[in-house]
């Protein structure tokens, strides 16, 4: 049985901060879900990691294990009906789902759970302002449960990559790429992955925010330790206090604006109750087309996705090893293989797809670009 989506804020938005490393974070977890507790018993439960890619655990860009693995054990003790663990990460191809939860290390914390979510899928009506239906992983529409296990970490497109953004991974295939090829513009693809987020909202969201990520994420920014986890009922206000936490007032987010909107949840941190201790973070960098504020800032965010401004991104030759995922990945084939992968400007929709997802870092911005992300 299918399971429906949620279309409005379910409780009084919560959210918990708890100190941590993964060393400890076993002794965490528990404490986490006593303060949001939830029937277990007889319950299919899906885990739903961000597996952006095939990334080494060292490179902090997907989910830890250490995080799955005490979700798992946790869970193994409620006596649920089933336990999934699975994602659809952003590389497409055959074999790209299981190489990317081997290389993350995702499928050695899902102590055997492990599903490849790709393999059964079900294709469903949405209410969308872009499509009229969607392919989805069936696991995720008929699981009672879905825990969200995102990362802290920025987005290139979107500012800030959360809980919200992690649930695009519902998606199965080549959808993520046909939802960048219509919605183009930053603000509607705030508007589609809001979208995508209200078809399935999860129970429960714990971001592994150990170590974080700042400046051009939501791959290649750099690390940042942080040293926490934080939970929530509501997805939407665990992404407002990250925002926070960044120096960013959540009212700037386009896609925290859409979901209040929306009714799926609170943005404004005065009608958040947030147990634990809130800090920003000092001196946290956003994303190069963010970068700068005031005036400077000002015109980059205006002009930036325009014809006259797009990035300039370029292959990193001596870091290439031709294995193709940024040709596989441009929802618009806007690459094309000579000696080494070259961006077609003219064709390019600024999605930043084979920025975020080359396993190597292959490809950087250059000229203006590069200056800005220096400056910022």
């Given at each position: ?126 209410k969308s302002t872009f499509v009229k239906s969607l392919v989805i992983s069936r696991e995720v529409l008929e699981s009672d449960i879905v825990i969200n296990l995102p990362k802290f970490k920025t987005h290139l497109q979107t500012r800030i990559t959360g809980a ?213």
């Amino acid at each position: 049985m299918v399971k429906e989506g949620f279309s409005e804020e379910r409780t009084t938005a919560k959210v918990s901060i708890h100190k941590a490393d993964y060393q400890v974070i076993a002794d965490v977890i528990p404490e986490v879900f006593a303060e949001f507790p939830l029937p277990w018993q007889g319950k299919r439960i899906l885990i739903k990691p961000n597996m952006l890619g095939p990334f080494p655990v060292n490179k902090g860009v997907t989910t830890h294990p250490a995080l799955i693995k005490s979700v798992v054990e946790y869970l193994q003790s409620q006596n649920p009906a089933e336990i999934i663990v699975g994602d659809n990460p952003g590389a497409m191809g055959y074999g790209e789902n299981e190489r990317c939860a081997h290389q993350t290390g995702i499928l050695e914390g899902a102590q055997g759970y492990y599903r490849n979510l790709s393999k059964n899928t079900i294709k469903r009506e949405v209410k969308s302002t872009f499509v009229k239906s969607l392919v989805i992983s069936r696991e995720v529409l008929e699981s009672d449960i879905v825990i969200n296990l995102p990362k802290f970490k920025t987005h290139l497109q979107t500012r800030i990559t959360g809980a919200v953004k992690n649930m695009y991974g519902i998606l199965v295939g080549g959808e993520k790429a046909r939802l960048h090829t219509i919605a183009t513009d930053p603000e509607d693809f705030s508007r589609a992955v809001v979208e995508v987020y209200r078809i399935r909202v999860p129970e429960l969201t714990i971001m592994d925010a150990v170590v974080g990520m700042e400046g051009n994420g939501p791959s290649n920014g750099h690390l940042r330790n942080i040293n926490r986890i934080l939970a929530s009922n509501n997805g939407v206000a665990l992404d407002a206090v990250m925002a926070y936490m960044m120096g960013v007032a959540p009212q700037e987010i386009k896609y925290l604006q859409i979901a209040q909107t929306e009714g799926l949840g609170e943005i404004d941190l005065d009608k958040i109750e947030i147990k634990g201790p809130l800090e920003q973070i000092k001196g946290f960098k956003m994303p190069i087309s963010f970068g700068s504020r005031g005036l400077l800032g000002t015109m980059i965010n205006k002009y930036f996705y325009s014809s006259l401004a797009k990035p300039h991104l370029k292959v990193k030759e001596k870091q290439c090893e031709l294995c193709q995922v940024c040709l596989q990945s441009c929802p618009v084939g806007a690459l094309e293989l000579k000696k080494y992968p070259s961006v077609r400007r003219d064709l390019c929709i600024s999605c930043y797809c084979c920025y975020e997802l080359c396993p190597q870092s292959a490809i950087d911005f250059t000229g203006w670009q590069k200056f800005i992300n220096l400056i910022s």
